[in-house]
């Protein structure tokens, strides 16, 4: 059974038709990603998946489950399973970087407040910020932030992470530091839907790897075949635009 599937799935805004027929599923434990130029997608995939945008044609199943767009209650139940992570991390400026970990499952998980500090403190040394958790987000740097967001995601215990673009609004020099947390996160079988232009790190975590043009997936493969020998011309043009760093 797949943990999340996504069904012929088409999503417009107004007459602009972004998402038109996607298919896609993950299993348990893998780690797909999505790549593709700007524009063809790949946010607003991400957007349905959970529940925040509503597609017009299709559906996702998760835990062959599938997502009523039309019941708030099928949302919820939908991102008590899924968390996301977004370029610009959104973190609570007035509150430590322990408080922003712990306060959804606090306030709206409604969790044990001992246990919750606990699991939060051990995320945070994880992810190599054990030394911060009392410091606010206006103290840490870029790529600190980014890893207190993933953490954030990781205490509401999804099944399902997805990630846009995490790396994209840091400094170079800040890039790795947040890979590496995610390399760390696929290597103990967390299920990853990720958006990313670090061509090598996706070549290296991916299970597969989906490219998208137009809103379709135009070519899907493992990363061998989507980096050596792909299919699709839009795909070959896209490795040969891409920048290689
Ligand atoms: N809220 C919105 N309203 C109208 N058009 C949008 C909105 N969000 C995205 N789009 C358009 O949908 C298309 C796909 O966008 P997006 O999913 O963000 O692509 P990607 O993440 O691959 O760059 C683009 O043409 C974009 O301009
Ligand atoms: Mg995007």
Redesign the pocket.
């Known amino acids: 059974m797949p943990h999340l599937e996504v069904k012929n799935l088409s999503c417009s805004?107004?007459h602009?038709k972004?998402?038109d027929g996607v298919n896609l599923s993950l299993e348990k434990g893998q780690v797909v990603s999505?790549i593709?130029?700007?524009?063809?997608?790949?946010?607003?995939?991400?957007?349905v998946i959970m529940g925040l945008?509503k597609p017009d044609n299709g559906g996702i199943d998760i835990e062959a489950q599938a997502v009523d767009y039309n019941s708030p209650g099928s949302i919820r139940s939908a991102r008590e399973k899924i968390a996301i992570v977004f370029q610009q991390y959104n973190l609570f400026h007035n509150m430590s970087v322990l408080q922003n970990v712990m306060v959804t499952p606090l306030k709206v998980q409604k969790r044990e407040e001992q246990q919750v500090r606990q699991e939060a403190l051990a995320l945070l040394a994880k992810v190599g910020l054990q030394t911060k958790s009392e410091a606010y987000p206006a103290q840490l740097s870029g790529g600190q932030q980014q890893r207190v967001a993933i953490s954030r995601a990781l205490a509401l215990h999804p099944k399902i992470l997805l990630l846009?673009?995490v790396t994209s609004a840091l400094d170079p020099e800040l890039v790795g530091e947040v890979l590496d947390t995610i390399r760390t996160l696929a290597n103990e079988g967390m299920t990853m839907l990720i958006?990313s232009h670090e061509m090598n790190f996706v070549r290296e975590v991916s299970d597969v790897i989906a490219m998208?043009d137009g809103?379709r997936i135009i070519e899907m493969g493992s990363p061998d075949e989507i980096f050596n020998t792909p299919k699709n011309t839009r795909t070959q043009d896209f490795m040969k635009k891409i920048a290689w760093h």
Not at 36 to 47: V, W
Request: glycine letters at 24%.
């Open positions: 805004y107004g602009l972004v998402l999505l593709g130029g700007s524009g063809s997608g790949k946010s607003t995939l991400l957007r945008t846009d673009e958006v998208m809103g």
